[in-house]
Structures are given as C-alpha cells and as structure tokens.
C-alpha cells in the first residue's frame, strides 16, 4: 500500500465551478500537510500548507485536514482557465521526509 | 533572485554511462532535496540534506549518490546510468519544513 493515495483524475470542470481534490494516507505520524501545483514541464510549486489537523483559507483556496479520517482535501472556488495544472498532495512526519501523491490532472474549460 | 537552478535541462545517456545533475540555491536555506517524477508514481525523494555537511537516503536511493558541496550546492550522481534511471529529476530547498521551492527539473533518458 502506497503511503499516500491520489485519485490521479483526469478532473474537467467549466469555468467559475467549485472543484474538490482529495488524498488519503495510512502513515498516523503524518503532521505536516501541503497541496502544490505542477503546471506542464515545469517544477511544483506550493499552493497550501496545514501544520496538523483543521482549515486553512488563502483567497479562492482552502485546505481541509481531517487526521482521524487520514484524509485531506483542497477546494478551489470560482475556478478559472489559469488553474488548468496538476495539483500534488504531499506530506511529512518531520518535516524532513516528503511523501507525494500520484497528482490530479485539472483542466477548467472557459 | 533565481531561486532554484538545475543544469542540465535535457540529458540523454547509454546504459553504463555516468553524469552529475547540479542544483544550486540562492536564499539561503539549509535543507536540499532530489526528487524523482515518474509517470503514475509521482514525486518520489530520492536523497536529502537537512544541512550544510549532512545526507540522508529517501525513498528510492539505489543507484545514487549525492554531494552537498556548501549550503548553496546539492549534487546528485549516476555511476552507472539504467534505463529504469529515466525520469525527470528535481531539486528543491526549504528553510523550513512547511515550504520547498523546486526548481525546473532535469529530463533525462538512458538507453
């Protein structure tokens, strides 16, 4: 079983849509918790970051983390053309280790 | 400010062949990382340095070696280059542990 599972989509939404995207993990020791987004051919870059259990908001994004159910989500409102990417989950027990998600495919149409 | 470099951008090697992947980082962080992203296998850490003078092995270390030549330099070398070694390659640093910034990434192919 990998240590963390992403449904890897590929996700398609209009314009303006709410898009909800998920990871579960099996690792309890996980304490450290981001989303980043991966546009083609280029490196990750990071969207959100959650230090244990609870939400966090940052404008048109908000990180969920729910540790008692191992699951975590990003929900992205008003969706626009530009968020067409792959979004990665990614988590740590130390802050050291980074253990990633497969990443979901995203494209918003206009 | 360029962040995080990486050279080279493209690579292709036979099997047997070796090659170092530079990666250099200009703010200042301690921590520095090799990543591998395959195709369904996402990002998977291959080697790691918490601080100037220290490694440690990720996840897939075999078939790697690394140098963490100052706090600004993290190299990544492939002795004997493996078709099973074709990925993309990325660096990455963090002053801590909540933000890496990751650099443009290395394609390499082995034949």
């Known amino acids: 079983q990998k240590e963390v599972e992403q449904d890897p989509g590929p996700l398609s939404v209009p314009e303006g849509a709410i898009v909800s995207l998920n990871c579960t993990y099996s690792?309890?020791?996980?304490?450290?918790f981001m989303w980043y987004r991966q546009y083609s051919r280029k490196g990750p870059e990071l969207l959100m970051y959650?230090?244990?259990?609870g939400n966090k908001e940052d404008g048109r994004f908000t990180a969920q983390v729910d540790k008692s159910s191992k699951y975590i989500s990003l929900f992205i409102r008003d969706s626009q053309p530009s968020d067409s990417a792959t979004y990665l989950c990614?988590?740590?027990?130390?802050?050291?280790?980074?253990?990633f998600g497969t990443g979901t495919s995203l494209t918003v149409i206009p | 400010n360029a962040g995080v470099t990486q050279t080279p951008k493209f690579q292709v090697l036979k099997t047997g062949q070796s090659m170092t992947l530079q990666c250099a980082q200009d703010?200042?962080?301690?921590?520095m990382y090799w990543y591998r992203q395959d195709p369904g296998m996402g990002l998977r850490l291959i080697y790691y340095?918490?601080?100037?003078?220290?490694?440690d092995k990720g996840e897939v270390p075999n078939g790697y070696n690394v140098s963490r030549l100052n706090k600004r330099e993290f190299s990544l070398r492939l002795e004997s280059a493996a078709p099973s070694q074709t990925s993309v390659y990325f660096c990455?640093?963090?002053?801590?542990?909540?933000?890496?910034?990751f650099g443009p990434g290395t394609r390499l192919t082995v034949l």
């Open positions: 990455a640093s963090s002053r801590l542990a909540d933000t890496q910034y």
């Open positions: 690792n309890s020791a996980f304490q450290y």
């Open positions: 959650t230090y244990s259990s």
């Open positions: 990614a988590m740590s027990p130390t802050g050291n280790q980074f253990y």
């Open positions: 703010m200042n962080h301690n921590s």
């Open positions: 340095s918490a601080s100037e003078g220290t490694t």
